[in-house]
């Protein structure tokens, strides 16, 4: 169960009480609010969540040491009474249904192994991440993965990241990768960061989005 999709479960709680949780924790482990780290980026960085959401994915995933948001959903998940394991069951396909879907004719891409952002792995990391992803299917389908979505959407890295992201997909073949920004793919665009719509962004709940 990576760390960010088990923020996801704890994000299903009453946003106030979990934020609520994030600041106690901060003020008694790491000095203060400070450490969960800057609302107008949070809010620019996660800018299709309410302000409240933002500031706690932007806390989670990239403001707090790895180590601060393990322990504050461990502690949420035991007070449940759930497991992380019990939870990856629950969420996750087994590499069974991977290889069913893939027999089905579904493209299987790579999202990464760890979801960490790219800002966190750094140049190194990004192309282990990658290259690992990239054997692990690889190895479960018989084919080389050719799409990847790049965790958050690559959102707040820098050149440098994305570049770095972006030479390790060439190495083991990917030729197409997906961003999070929402319209529709035009002729200009970028295979290695194509605009994407999402299952809940297609009508009838936004058609708006579809509009050119």
């Known amino acids: 169960m990576p760390l960010t999709h088990a923020v996801h479960w704890l994000l299903s709680g009453n946003d106030a009480a979990v934020w609520d949780t994030f600041e106690r924790y901060a003020r008694y482990y790491l000095g203060g609010l400070d450490a969960l780290g800057s609302e107008a980026e949070a809010r620019r960085i996660y800018h299709y969540e309410t302000p409240l959401r933002a500031r706690i994915k932007y806390a989670a995933n990239m403001a707090l040491p790895a180590e601060a948001t393990e322990q504050i959903v461990a502690t949420a998940m035991r007070r449940s009474g759930r497991s992380m394991r019990e939870l990856a069951e629950e969420w996750f396909v087994s590499a069974s249904d991977i290889r069913a879907m893939h027999q089905a004719g579904m493209t299987i891409a790579m999202h990464g192994s760890s979801h960490r952002s790219l800002q966190s792995l750094g140049a190194e990391g990004i192309r282990e991440e990658i290259e690992h992803s990239s054997q692990y299917l690889t190895k479960l389908i018989g084919q080389s993965p050719t ?41 200009d665009c970028d295979p290695l960061s194509l605009p994407r719509l999402d299952a809940i962004d297609l009508p009838p709940r936004r058609a708006e989005l579809l509009v050119a």
């Open 147 to 187: 799409w990847f979505a790049c965790p958050f959407g690559g959102t707040g890295a820098s050149p440098q990241a994305i570049k770095a992201m972006q030479a390790a997909m060439q190495e083991v073949g990917v030729v197409a990768s997906v961003s999070t920004e929402k319209r529709l793919i035009t002729e």
